[in-house]
């Protein structure tokens, strides 16, 4: 079976994992500030915070920018539903505007268009399939708001920006997430990554990753426990606020160093797959790649296709299960998180987004990862052919 996107280990990542094991420590060790400081490096970001998943990065990262009871976090409804389940997870209110019909990305101009931006927070744009996102407009409109911007950038590691710097180096934003699930662009089995330029920000992710308790030289809020006569306790900690367990161990951290050695041929290959796609798919009837324009500085996390089904008279569920047949995996690249049962009954339609809805109508994500031979590629393309033809 040709899944739709795989993880690659070589035996470097075996012995890296194997050597945390023999020695130890497990967890809290010196491999996760190795990690945190070899993605902080790649992606020109000041400082780095690795976290048990995306997810608790994206919740993390809202609460570290103040998001909280009664405010607004407008996201993509093209996204995993991550991305506006950090606003509930902080008590805030999720919304959403609609996506750039040409690259699935949030929409500056739906963006601006927002009717009230009364108590906006926070903007989580999601670069789309590895895409950037249009950073610098976006940043603009979230400044004049005075709200913050958290990039969704669990598709987009090694990314650039059209400046050619690279995503996750927060020139535009406060904070930016990654994600290190298999599937993504390096493995570290689960994991995350907040980066940011902000040291404020950085201390309070620290503390909150680990229970609120403090960290650094953290001032004492309660100094009067912490000692006696002259004399600082030794053991003594405090929980500042409430916090959560969010920390990854040391034994995920040698694997997604080991990884991130890789990222640039992982991404070489991508990129390699993914113009071949582009040039075979040209003359496959009723089909084109979901997104245009900028693609050579994206990450190329997915490889999606815009299928007119209406005209080709093959059902999407029709073609998932002929090209299943023949061992050839896809997937869509998502359900608007407007339409999910949780945010229906919040009162949302995906209807109201029409480029998020036209695009769901139409997607489908083929296989692409870096182990994606280019025989197992010719299948891929062969059979869409065939079926849609
Ligand atoms: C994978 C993903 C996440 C969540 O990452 P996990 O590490 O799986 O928690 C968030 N946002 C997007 C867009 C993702 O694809």
């Known amino acids: 079976m040709i899944p739709y996107g795989r993880h690659h280990i070589d035996e470097d990542d075996v012995a890296a994992v194997v050597e945390v094991l023999r020695k130890g420590p497990l967890t809290q060790g010196r491999h996760v500030e190795e990690f945190e400081s070899a993605v902080a490096e790649y992606v020109g970001a000041r400082y780095a915070v690795a976290v048990a998943s995306g997810t608790a990065g994206l919740h993390l990262a809202a609460l570290a920018a103040g998001v909280g009871q009664g405010d607004r976090l407008i996201t993509s409804p093209i996204t995993f539903v991550a991305s506006s389940n950090a606003a509930l997870y902080v008590g805030a209110a999720p919304d959403f505007v609609d996506v750039d019909a040409s690259t699935i990305n949030m929409s500056a101009e739906a963006l601006r268009a927002v009717r009230s931006h009364e108590r906006v927070k926070a903007i989580i744009p999601v670069h789309f399939a590895g895409l950037p996102c249009d950073m610098v407009e976006i940043k603009r409109i979230a400044d004049s708001w005075g709200a913050a911007v958290i990039e969704d950038a669990a598709h987009a590691l090694g990314a650039r920006y059209a400046d050619g710097s690279r995503v996750g180096s927060c020139a535009h934003s406060l904070m930016t997430i990654f994600s290190f699930h298999p599937v993504k662009a390096i493995a570290a089995g689960e994991g995350g990554m907040i980066t940011t330029n902000d040291k404020a920000t950085y201390r309070r992710l620290l503390r909150l990753r680990s229970h609120g308790i403090n960290k650094l030289d953290d001032p004492l809020q309660w100094p009067e426990q912490a000692g006696r006569n002259g004399e600082q306790y030794p053991w003594y900690y405090e929980m500042q606020e409430l916090g959560y367990h969010f920390r990854i161990t040391d034994i995920q951290c040698a694997l997604a160093r080991s990884q991130l050695r890789k990222l640039d041929s992982f991404l070489a290959r ?23 324009g900028g693609r050579e500085l994206s990450g190329h996390h997915l490889y999606v296709l815009r299928i007119d089904f209406a005209a080709s008279g093959v059902s999407r569920a029709k073609l998932m299960t002929e090209l299943r047949s023949r061992e050839i995996g896809t997937q869509v690249h998502y359900i608007p998180v407007p339409a999910q049962p949780l945010y229906r009954r919040m009162g949302f339609r995906p209807e109201d987004y029409v480029q998020a809805n036209a695009y769901y109508d139409q997607a489908l994500s083929i296989p692409l990862f870096y182990d994606l031979t280019d025989d197992q590629q010719h299948r891929v393309i062969a059979a869409l052919r065939e079926i849609l033809s």
């Open 270 to 292: 991508r990129r390699q797959l993914v113009a071949q796609y582009d040039h075979a798919i040209e003359t496959v009837v009723h089909c084109r790649p979901a997104q245009s």
